[in-house]
């Protein structure tokens, strides 16, 4: 009967005519309202290019085994609760369905799921290795205008993760104090969130497309390219191959003037001077203009030039240092707002955090009540219309959704869901 149904449901996908969109309540007026995607990924790349999607109004359904994918309990947790704030982060606003992806049934949700008929269906994002009852070919045998974004570690599929990435393209040996010979890794998965943005980028595109020609497509990403491309496009592949590995420069902004200062309270400010503009700022504020205007006379550089502020930065900071070392950071802050100066205090992420608390900090920042855990600060939408963000919103619970999804998506009725219950398809929430 399940089979039957489902099928009879994929099998009414045709041709690109659908005019109906599904509404999903909350989303009117937003850009993507309607549109409706799978998601089967952990993680951060795809979640977070699919929280995005859904930040923009789309319905993202996300799909996970019963019981949790393999980041539904990764850290950071929560002290009050020990649920997921990392899961809960990412997975915001999205709708969740756990289904026994290991059944031939629970495969068959979630493939009907993703080949769903309707203008604004059919578009999939995963990060699956090993799945192919889940692949492209299977899913346009139901849809043939399937849009399919995968997301992979490497090109030719082998796995592969940020930490594992980011030290093999090199950037761990740019980073670090100068003189250092370990490389450092850093903690933010960078290549992840461009990752997940990309994919987004990927599948706006062929849904562009597919409003064009009403053929649907299939687009492969691995993490390991993005990174690659991500340090061409900077023109570092190009330097090192010229030049060699560039040298550590610790806190030093490379090519230009930029460097921390400790002030007379113990902070630390970092300040840069890009332009002329900002290098004047700066020379203006602490009363240096004479000695710089010196230096430059006796050495034969003009320090308006990038170039020259670099190769001199040890003497520059020489030079500034005891200005910051006389003035306490409410000083500071006030004479370098004044002149115009690039700069800002390093804080810890607690201070961060007990600002926008405070009501203080980006209005990007807001606070929702999460279930399972409390009131949490979560995101919105960095985008603005006008001056406005978007709302917050909360995750979903795991598996909260599976029955409202299946009835409104697939059309089961409450004895078949029952049935799925108790066949261990789907967990009762």
Known sequence: MLNGLLGSCARSAGAPSWRSAVTIPGTT????????????????????GCMTLGQLGADVIRVDPVGGGPDHQRWPVSDRTGESLYWTALNKGKRSVAVDLRSPEGRELVIALATAPGRDNGLVV??????PWLSYDVLTERRPDVIHVHIQGYADG????????????????????AGSGDPVNHVLPAWDLLTGMTAVTGLLAALHRRGLSGEGTFLQLALHDVALAGIASMGWLAEAEEQGDRARHGNHLYGSFGVDFATGDGRRVMV????PRQWAALRTVTGTE??????????????DEESERFR?????????????????????TRELDAAHVLWSAYRTMAEVAAEIRAGGGSGVIGQVEQPGIGEVLTARLPLRRGEEYGPVAAAPRLGEHTEQVLSEVLGLGGAELGALVDRGVIAPF
Do not use: M
């Open 29 to 48: 007026g937003t850009p993507l309202a309607g549109l409706r995607v799978v998601e089967c990924a952990s993680f951060v790349a795809g979640p977070s």
């Open 126 to 131: 995963d990060n699956n290795a090993g799945r």
């Open 272 to 275: 840069v001077a890009l332009t």
């Open 158 to 177: 082998r796995p592969a993760v940020d930490y594992t990435v980011n030290p093999e393209v090199g950037v761990p040996h740019l980073t670090g104090p």
């Open 290 to 303: 004479k000695v710089f205007a010196a230096l430059e006379d006796a050495l034969g550089v003009d320090l």
């Open 312 to 332: 001199l930065r040890e003497t520059i900071a020489a030079v500034l240092r005891p200005w910051f070392e006389a003035r306490e950071l409410e000083q500071v």
